[in-house]
């Protein structure tokens, strides 16, 4: 070889090592690489700022809780245009230069939990496209560059009779745009072609009731496999076919927390209650009910309001748990209607025996019902959240709790490394905790940002103030932490 041909060689194998590493440092859909919340980066991330100390740049958006994505030196979040439009933006991740953005009509939506936005879900994206998703939209796959549409594929509209609305995104895997919606009518697990939108399968998950838990890639000496959390079950499938490879039986009525995938291992955090205590709680034993321990189907209209409740849905769960056909479900009947045939998922009419909390390890790569072979532990512990996913990085897997309370586990066998312990912000957690740099991010709702040292024991390195709420998780890309706040999006670097 030539010494001009020799130094070429080294020029562009050092080009595709800076183009690995700018890609490897995208953060492309919810809690970005394999949903896990941990950045690779080896750029200095800011321990102290605020909505203007160490801030490159912001722009105001109209309400959205969904999570900024980064890829190819574009940033990508959603918002509420007005009361009848939803947008997808896209910004210059340097100078915060908006690029382009699209608008849709939301049309006829259902009433959502006042918390939740009808802005709530996370685009996935790549250097070529964005792929968005809206419940009466469906998925759409635009062009990166320009927000051009590429493909867009209808879906079920979902329908949720507690109002906490669609809040699923999708996820990318090789050639695949993966999709989970676990509603009250029609569960099922999606793959599309990322080029044409083509569907190339779909998971009927009729044995769930309602979860909000993203696919997550689990590397297996067998083979690749996606792992989706649900009712009861954990569930490994067959990227290719969308076989169901394995399931264990080892979780609770609904799940709402994003498990993590490393080293072949799934980890899962889970807080659940019984699905009878649920109900009268919240309809029997609302303002709408009468408080009889009865649920009936008067009530249930009353309480999800003036939008007649679909008659499919009564066909889905009165028919199947009125035994006595009179009308109405009681005890052991709410179970039966709200939680499909062979999957109990630890439910019981006793509020205390369904209810229940832990963390725990299964092993990917079984076949068939690994309940007995591929669960490592499980730790039961009063300090889980039925929201806020787990983040694992360097062995460790912690968890925060609402009101700002912090544990932490060994990931070998789940033995508590310390806590609880609060991490000095009593406010509300809906976004996940993210990692870089040997720091961990906390975002609150209360528009506080916790900074954590990446340590075996409790530091905090401060507390800082955003001033806006935040219930969408953080990205980490381009050696910046990405905030989206209700009303704006911050580069912070």
């Keep these: 070889m030539t010494r001009i041909a020799c130094i070429a060689s080294v020029v562009i194998a050092s080009m595709v090592m800076t183009i690995a590493t700018l890609l490897a440092e995208d953060w492309p859909q919810f809690r970005g690489p394999n949903c896990s919340g941990v950045s690779a980066t080896n750029s200095p991330l800011p321990v102290h700022f605020s909505a203007t100390e160490h801030v490159t740049w912001s722009v105001k958006l109209g309400d959205g809780i969904g999570c900024p994505v980064v890829a190819a030196g574009r940033v990508f979040t959603s918002a509420m245009i007005d009361d009848k439009t939803v947008g997808l933006f896209a910004f210059d991740a340097v100078s915060g230069q908006q690029l382009w953005m699209r608008s849709w009509p939301i049309g006829d939506v259902d009433e959502i939990h006042e918390t939740n936005s009808h802005a709530g879900t996370t685009p996935a994206a790549d250097s070529e496209r964005v792929y968005f998703y809206f419940s009466t939209l ?19 509209v979902p329908y949720f009779v ?12 090789k050639d695949l745009v993966l999709f989970c919606q676990d509603d009250d009518l029609h569960p099922a697990l999606y793959a599309f072609d990322k080029h044409t939108g083509d569907l190339l399968w779909k998971d009927d998950r009729n044995d769930m009731a309602v979860n909000y838990s993203h696919p997550v890639i689990c590397e297996t000496s067998s083979g690749d496999e996606i792992v989706v959390a649900g009712t009861g079950l954990l569930i490994g499938y067959e990227p290719k076919t969308g076989k169901r490879l ?9 799940i709402k927390t994003t498990p993590v995938s490393r080293d072949g291992i799934v980890y899962v955090s889970l807080q659940s209650k019984g699905i009878a205590s649920q109900w009268l709680a919240s309809i029997d034993q609302a303002e709408t009910g009468n408080s009889d321990h009865k649920v009936s189907k008067d009530e249930v209209q009353k309480f999800f309001g003036k939008r007649p409740v679909p008659e499919a849905f009564y066909k889905k769960t009165f028919e199947r748990g009125d035994l006595n056909q009179d009308g109405v479900l009681e005890g052991r009947e709410l179970d039966l209607a709200f939680l499909p045939p062979g ?15 832990f963390v725990l390890a299964v092993r990917g790569g079984g076949r068939g019902d690994v309940t007995q072979t591929h669960v490592l532990w499980k730790n039961p512990t009063k300090h889980t959240d ?4 787990p983040l694992v990085v360097n062995n460790r897997i912690l968890l925060i709790k609402a009101g700002g309370i912090a544990t932490c586990f060994q990931i070998g066998n789940g033995q508590p490394l310390f806590g609880p312990v609060r991490i000095e912000n009593a406010g509300d957690y809906f976004a996940s905790p993210v990692s870089g740099d040997g720091k961990i991010f906390v975002a609150s709702e209360n528009g506080k940002i916790v900074v954590l040292k990446d340590s075996p024991e409790l530091e905090v390195l401060a507390v800082n103030d955003l001033g806006d709420s935040i219930l969408g998780t953080p990205a980490i890309a381009e050696g910046a932490l990405f905030v989206r706040t209700r009303k704006s999006l911050l580069k912070i670097q």
């Excluded at 469906?138 to 079920?156: F, N, Q, S, Y």
């Excluded at 394995?246 to 609904?254: D, V």
């Excluded at 999957?343 to 909390?357: P, S």
Aim: charged residues 25%; hydrophobic residues 45%; glycine residues 10%.
């Design 138 to 156: 469906g998925m759409v796959g635009l062009d990166a560059k320009t927000g051009a549409d590429v493909w867009r594929k209808e879906l079920p």
């Design 162 to 173: 507690f109002k906490w609305g669609a809040g699923m995104s999708p996820v990318l895997y």
């Design 246 to 254: 394995w399931q264990a039986r080892t979780l609770l009525r609904n």
């Design 343 to 357: 999957n109990a998922a630890g439910a019981a009419f006793d509020a205390e025996i369904a209810e229940d909390e």
């Design 386 to 389: 039925h929201i806020v996913s």
